[in-house]
């Protein structure tokens, strides 16, 4: 959940990047209109400013691809805010998301933390997440149990050469949950070719 309902949107120029790149306290970054010479750096062409797409660096934090005299860095988008917005008159090394949630780069969900703090605050962090996979498994098996009943007629279904698609019909019982029941009883899922038509052309080629 992003932090940024209320917060009237403010740029500033990227340090190091000005007249070239800005970055807002909501956590967008954009480009600006300018003149560069081009690829054979020969000619100048005129370049429109926009909204830069982020990336994910694979752990959650955003990045996007910054370029200057031909070098092109990535730089994470909530350092780039926090560096802009925040004032840190302690020095301290590293950005902190308040709420956990990483691609949520508000300045109002960013604080400038030291390396023991944010240990900290990872650990919690990890804490939630297994927390919220606990009650996942938990949720998931309680639904289960409140379908037990429906299960012997979705296996005998699709021991049947019913379509997964079908016995959700039938059963208003979510496909990826009919997909797990199958599963947990060791049934073989089918390719996900509606069945119905491999029969029709079946029986078409024996006539």
């Known amino acids: 959940?992003?932090?940024?309902?209320?917060?009237?949107?403010?740029?500033?120029?990227?340090?190091?990047?000005?007249?070239?790149?800005?970055?807002?306290?909501?956590?967008?970054?954009?480009?600006?209109?300018?003149?560069?010479?081009?690829?054979?750096?020969?000619?100048y062409q005129k370049l429109k400013g926009k909204e830069l797409q982020t990336t994910?660096?694979?752990?959650?934090?955003?990045?996007?691809?910054?370029?200057?005299?031909?070098?092109?860095?990535?730089?994470?988008?909530?350092?780039?805010?926090?560096?802009?917005?925040?004032?840190?008159?302690?020095?301290l090394p590293e950005v902190n998301h308040k709420n956990l949630n990483k691609s949520d780069n508000s300045v109002t969900n960013l604080e400038w933390i030291d390396s023991t703090e944010n240990k900290r605050h990872y650990q919690k962090t990890e804490i939630a997440k297994q927390n919220n996979k606990t009650k996942g498994i938990e949720s998931r098996n309680r639904y289960i149990e409140t379908i037990k009943d429906k299960i012997p007629y979705i296996i005998k279904e699709y021991n049947n050469n019913k379509t997964i698609g079908y016995i959700n019909k039938q059963t208003k019982?979510?496909?990826?949950?009919i997909s797990r029941i199958l599963k947990e009883q060791n049934i073989k899922i089918r390719k996900t070719v509606n069945n119905r038509i491999i029969q029709k052309i079946g029986r078409a080629s024996c006539r």
């Not at 992003?2 to 740029?11: D, L, M």
């Not at 970054?29 to 010479?37: A, G, P, T, Y």
Request: charged share 30%; proline share 0%.
């Open 1 to 43: 959940m992003s932090s940024n309902k209320g917060i009237k949107e403010q740029w500033k120029d990227i340090a190091g990047y000005e007249g070239l790149y800005q970055v807002s306290n909501t956590g967008k970054v954009r480009s600006l209109d300018r003149i560069v010479k081009d690829k054979t750096r020969e000619r």
């Open 56 to 91: 994910d660096n694979g752990n959650g934090y955003k990045l996007v691809f910054l370029t200057k005299n031909y070098k092109r860095e990535n730089k994470y988008v909530h350092r780039l805010v926090a560096e802009s917005f925040l004032t840190n008159i302690n020095n």
């Open 173 to 177: 019982i979510g496909q990826s949950t």
